[in-house]
């Protein structure tokens, strides 16, 4: 019976501590969405947050919404961008789910769906024309788009696609699949909209619908996946476990980048359900959210470089459900956020279906909404707003309501109720920024979100134009030919036209670095960020100037672009510069020197992940996460170096040390862990702590540890949290739930 009880735990040793709360629940597929034109709506709050309603929408005080397109001029909006002469382009997705949604019942395109150019030739602050700039076959609802110069990226699973339009007449002149291999065709949760970032390399991300196995043009593969195999026909074989060429796994819903040229392509982070839309800010912080299995647990997130969000297991063979733990919130469970390796899982928007996401860097509405971190959420109605504050390593978000079509976002949301109130109607599906420092946003009109459906039998799209009352913002004629003109785009709102003149910029090379220079004086704290992006390409001088800001600026966010930009474009130097900051008063950018440690041997730097440890004070997330990246490969060594500064009885251990090891939790600690996971000396939060770190050791050693504790433990709490009972309740049960019985309930949620 003991043997054959080992084996039962070995089989899934990491998850010997998980137990019998298993949610059942329906996956949540967010779909694209929309609005009615004829319907009266309201506004939002400010950061002030007091609700202000003018005739269409709800917002923030001195701020009005204008109906700036709508069908026929435009149908099924999924995705947005704007280029330099302010011209808005749209993805549609009118064949959106033919599977589910009859071409007899809804149009359809027999030539494909259409990327469309809209545009206020006459600056009235209404679209006045529209134009189809491509029709193909390969687009079944495209989820994403990015202009950048004459190129046009569409997202289309399984498709990366450019299109180039050469002799600029709005028609694509060539077409290229610059990526291939995503899986998600003709599925919500697949491939996404591409962004430039401050370094000029290209960003984006995929939903969890696998598998993803895409080669980029130098041969590199990634390969990822999971067991989710849901939502539509073409999705019916995926895995978890599966292995890249950087030989790590990469698991669920991904963050990726890549450069212009098709090569480099690399995994940012990854493990999410379904994250909409990657923004990249000047500073190179990323954010996105990400939605849930419909019980309320959507998220806002920043995203830390290299990191685990948590939606799956961490090899992907596993939902969260069958992971919960006993005295686990939901949101704790779903997002894995007890588990050594994952990232703090952000803010918890609700129940809801976010969709597009921006970080606001324009002057246009005032300085106290620059810096806004906006999510789209199309079942909450409503676009909400943060002032992301730094903490710690990382960052604390406080969601307010920023623009909605009810009094504040629709509590209560269901993706499938088809509400009579055509308020909630308002699906917003993106939000950009003009060239002139306006919001537009695409709303997809329709009763439900999600579930591969939709009700609105017309198609129906629009789009709003929000600016400030009493003042005109005009859209800039940008002269790209000129280096005033490439600096005038540089420091546009708009994310895609400033990489116009960074190219540019960079093309002009010693001529640029003294304008550019400028504007590391900027008053736009993101003008001096993206002037440190650029210097450092500009050759030795311009590198100078940015470790000088890297050393004596007073931002800390601006030293952390500093050392990530100096690091990227001087690989050799990368040491160097890691030393001069070690004692940075900001864990933001110790955090930062950590996760670019993460691929060197020890022998390199041993006494660099040691001083950073030295700093660490046994609290923040953020931190252990980057040390623990910084730590990768090497770890044991060091743990043990570590560990002989610690008392020899584990219960008298300090905290840093003692969150160590439960990130790292080497098999070495077993009896150590065994030891705290039984004594009454150390808290009952820290035994359970002791008893997760052991349940993520693998091996036999590990199963028989905890069948030693769970025959030795006094305490009823433990032997109650081993059973799969709640801690705070009598239990319910007295054994935990066979290996059998959760692959079956794996087998429900993938099938779901």
Same mark, same amino acid.
């Given at each position: 019976m003991q043997e054959h009880r080992i084996k039962l735990l070995i089989i899934n040793t990491r998850w010997v501590v998980s137990f019998l709360r298993l949610a059942i629940c329906l996956f949540l597929v967010s779909g694209c969405l929309r609005t009615d034109p004829r319907l009266p709506q309201?506004?939002?709050?400010?950061?002030?947050?007091?609700?202000?309603?003018?005739?269409?929408?709800?917002?923030?005080?001195?701020?009005?919404?204008?109906?700036?397109? *709508?069908?026929?001029?435009?149908?099924?909006?999924t995705n947005m961008d704007v280029d330099h002469r302010g011209r808005i382009w749209i993805t549609e997705a009118v064949n959106y789910r033919d599977f589910?949604?009859?071409? *007899?019942?809804?149009?359809?395109?027999?030539?494909?769906?259409?990327?469309?150019?809209?545009?206020?030739?006459?600056?009235?602050?209404?679209?006045?024309?529209?134009?189809?700039?491509?029709?193909?076959?390969?687009?079944?609802?495209?989820?994403g788009i990015a202009v950048i110069g004459n190129q046009i990226v569409v997202s289309c699973a399984p498709n990366l696609i450019v299109y180039t339009d050469i002799n600029g007449d709005d028609r694509p002149d060539k077409k290229e699949i610059l990526l291939t291999g995503f899986g998600g065709y003709d599925h919500d949760h697949s491939l996404h909209a591409l962004t430039t970032g401050p370094d000029g390399r290209w960003y984006f991300n995929t939903g969890n619908a696998g598998p993803h196995t895409v080669t980029d043009r130098s041969g590199w593969t990634l390969r990822s996946g999971s067991l989710y195999v849901g939502g539509s026909p073409y999705n019916v074989q995926n895995s978890g476990s599966r292995q890249s060429d950087d030989h790590r796994i990469w698991v669920g819903g991904l963050s990726l980048c890549i450069n212009p040229d098709g090569t480099g392509l690399q995994v940012l982070a990854h493990n999410f359900r379904n994250a909409y839309e990657l923004?990249?800010?000047?500073?190179?912080?990323?954010?996105?959210?990400?939605?849930?299995?419909?019980?309320?647990?959507?998220?806002?997130?920043?995203?830390?470089?290299?990191?685990?969000?948590?939606?799956?297991?961490?090899?992907?063979t596993r939902y969260w459900q069958g992971d919960r733990r006993p005295g686990q919130s939901v949101f704790t469970a779903h997002w894995h956020q007890d588990d050594p390796g994952v990232l703090p899982a952000g803010d918890n928007t609700g129940a809801g279906s976010p969709t597009g996401v921006l970080v606001y860097e324009g002057d246009a509405f005032g300085e106290q909404y620059r810096g806004m971190f906006l999510n789209v959420d199309a079942g909450r109605n409503a676009i909400f707003a943060y002032q992301p504050k730094m903490s710690g390593a990382g960052f604390e978000l406080n969601k307010k309501d920023l623009i909605a079509s009810l009094p504040e976002s629709t509590e209560g949301y269901k993706w499938n109720e088809m509400p009579e109130?055509?308020?909630?109607?308002?699906?917003?599906?993106?939000?950009?920024?003009?060239?002139?420092?306006?919001?537009?946003?695409?709303?997809?009109?329709?009763?439900?979100?999600?579930?591969?459906?939709?009700?609105?039998?017309?198609?129906?799209?629009?789009?709003?134009?929000?600016?400030?009352?009493?003042?005109?913002?005009?859209?800039?004629?940008?002269?790209?030919n000129s280096i005033?003109?490439?600096?005038?785009?540089?420091?546009?709102?708009?994310?895609?036209?400033?990489?116009?003149?960074?190219r540019q910029l960079l093309a002009q090379g010693d001529q640029s670095i003294g304008p550019v220079s400028k504007l590391l004086q900027a008053d736009n704290p993101f003008h001096r960020a993206r002037?440190?992006?650029?210097?450092?390409?500009?050759?030795?001088?311009?590198?100078?100037?940015?470790?000088?800001?890297?050393?004596?600026?007073?931002?800390?966010?601006?030293?952390?672009?500093?050392?990530r930009a100096l690091v990227q474009q001087s690989p050799r130097s990368h040491l160097s510069y890691a030393r001069k900051v070690l004692d940075d008063p900001a864990p933001a950018v110790r955090r930062a020197v950590m996760l670019s440690l993460r691929d060197f041997p020890?022998?390199?730097?041993?006494?660099?992940?040691?001083?950073?440890?030295a700093s660490f004070d046994g609290k923040d997330p953020w931190y252990l996460e980057a040390l623990a990246m910084a730590l990768e490969g090497k770890n044991q060594t060091l743990y043990d170096k570590i560990l002989s500064g610690q008392p020899e009885d584990p219960t008298l251990w300090d905290d840093s040390f003692v969150k160590l090891t439960?990130?790292?939790?080497?098999?070495?600690?077993?009896?150590?862990?065994?030891?705290?996971?039984?004594?009454?000396?150390?808290?009952? *939060?820290?035994?359970?702590?002791?008893?997760?770190?052991?349940?993520?050791?693998?091996?036999?050693?590990?199963?028989?540890?905890?069948?030693?504790?769970?025959?030795?433990?006094?305490?009823?709490?433990i032997k109650r949290w081993l059973s799969g009972g709640s801690i705070f309740e009598k239990p319910t049960c007295g054994m935990m739930p066979s290996i059998g019985l959760r692959e079956k309930r794996n087998k429900k949620f993938q099938r779901e």
């Amino acid at each position: 019976m003991q043997e054959h009880r080992i084996k039962l735990l070995i089989i899934n040793t990491r998850w010997v501590v998980s137990f019998l709360r298993l949610a059942i629940c329906l996956f949540l597929v967010s779909g694209c969405l929309r609005t009615d034109p004829r319907l009266p709506q309201s506004n939002s709050p400010e950061l002030d947050f007091t609700l202000h309603h003018d005739s269409l929408l709800y917002l923030p005080e001195g701020w009005k919404s204008t109906l700036w397109a *709508e069908s026929p001029m435009l149908y099924n909006p999924t995705n947005m961008d704007v280029d330099h002469r302010g011209r808005i382009w749209i993805t549609e997705a009118v064949n959106y789910r033919d599977f589910n949604n009859s071409p *007899e019942k809804f149009p359809h395109f027999a030539g494909g769906d259409r990327v469309m150019i809209l545009e206020d030739t006459d600056g009235d602050g209404i679209a006045d024309n529209s134009k189809v700039f491509v029709q193909d076959t390969d687009l079944v609802a495209p989820l994403g788009i990015a202009v950048i110069g004459n190129q046009i990226v569409v997202s289309c699973a399984p498709n990366l696609i450019v299109y180039t339009d050469i002799n600029g007449d709005d028609r694509p002149d060539k077409k290229e699949i610059l990526l291939t291999g995503f899986g998600g065709y003709d599925h919500d949760h697949s491939l996404h909209a591409l962004t430039t970032g401050p370094d000029g390399r290209w960003y984006f991300n995929t939903g969890n619908a696998g598998p993803h196995t895409v080669t980029d043009r130098s041969g590199w593969t990634l390969r990822s996946g999971s067991l989710y195999v849901g939502g539509s026909p073409y999705n019916v074989q995926n895995s978890g476990s599966r292995q890249s060429d950087d030989h790590r796994i990469w698991v669920g819903g991904l963050s990726l980048c890549i450069n212009p040229d098709g090569t480099g392509l690399q995994v940012l982070a990854h493990n999410f359900r379904n994250a909409y839309e990657l923004a990249i800010d000047s500073y190179g912080d990323m954010w996105q959210n990400d939605n849930d299995d419909q019980v309320e647990t959507c998220r806002s997130t920043w995203l830390m470089f290299g990191s685990n969000a948590g939606y799956f297991s961490s090899d992907g063979t596993r939902y969260w459900q069958g992971d919960r733990r006993p005295g686990q919130s939901v949101f704790t469970a779903h997002w894995h956020q007890d588990d050594p390796g994952v990232l703090p899982a952000g803010d918890n928007t609700g129940a809801g279906s976010p969709t597009g996401v921006l970080v606001y860097e324009g002057d246009a509405f005032g300085e106290q909404y620059r810096g806004m971190f906006l999510n789209v959420d199309a079942g909450r109605n409503a676009i909400f707003a943060y002032q992301p504050k730094m903490s710690g390593a990382g960052f604390e978000l406080n969601k307010k309501d920023l623009i909605a079509s009810l009094p504040e976002s629709t509590e209560g949301y269901k993706w499938n109720e088809m509400p009579e109130d055509l308020r909630k109607w308002f699906r917003p599906s993106d939000i950009t920024v003009g060239t002139d420092g306006s919001f537009y946003i695409a709303d997809w009109y329709d009763p439900v979100v999600g579930g591969h459906q939709m009700h609105d039998s017309e198609a129906y799209g629009r789009i709003f134009r929000i600016a400030p009352v009493g003042k005109k913002l005009v859209t800039p004629r940008i002269d790209l030919n000129s280096i005033e003109g490439q600096i005038e785009a540089l420091c546009n709102p708009a994310i895609n036209v400033r990489d116009l003149g960074f190219r540019q910029l960079l093309a002009q090379g010693d001529q640029s670095i003294g304008p550019v220079s400028k504007l590391l004086q900027a008053d736009n704290p993101f003008h001096r960020a993206r002037a440190v992006w650029l210097l450092v390409q500009l050759g030795e001088k311009g590198q100078k100037l940015v470790a000088q800001v890297l050393e004596k600026d007073p931002d800390p966010r601006l030293r952390v672009a500093a050392y990530r930009a100096l690091v990227q474009q001087s690989p050799r130097s990368h040491l160097s510069y890691a030393r001069k900051v070690l004692d940075d008063p900001a864990p933001a950018v110790r955090r930062a020197v950590m996760l670019s440690l993460r691929d060197f041997p020890l022998e390199d730097c041993e006494d660099i992940v040691a001083h950073l440890y030295a700093s660490f004070d046994g609290k923040d997330p953020w931190y252990l996460e980057a040390l623990a990246m910084a730590l990768e490969g090497k770890n044991q060594t060091l743990y043990d170096k570590i560990l002989s500064g610690q008392p020899e009885d584990p219960t008298l251990w300090d905290d840093s040390f003692v969150k160590l090891t439960w990130r790292l939790h080497p098999a070495s600690a077993l009896d150590a862990l065994r030891i705290r996971a039984l004594s009454p000396k150390v808290t009952f *939060e820290n035994q359970i702590q002791a008893l997760t770190a052991i349940g993520f050791v693998t091996g036999k050693p590990a199963a028989e540890t905890m069948i030693h504790i769970s025959e030795s433990a006094n305490d009823p709490r433990i032997k109650r949290w081993l059973s799969g009972g709640s801690i705070f309740e009598k239990p319910t049960c007295g054994m935990m739930p066979s290996i059998g019985l959760r692959e079956k309930r794996n087998k429900k949620f993938q099938r779901e």
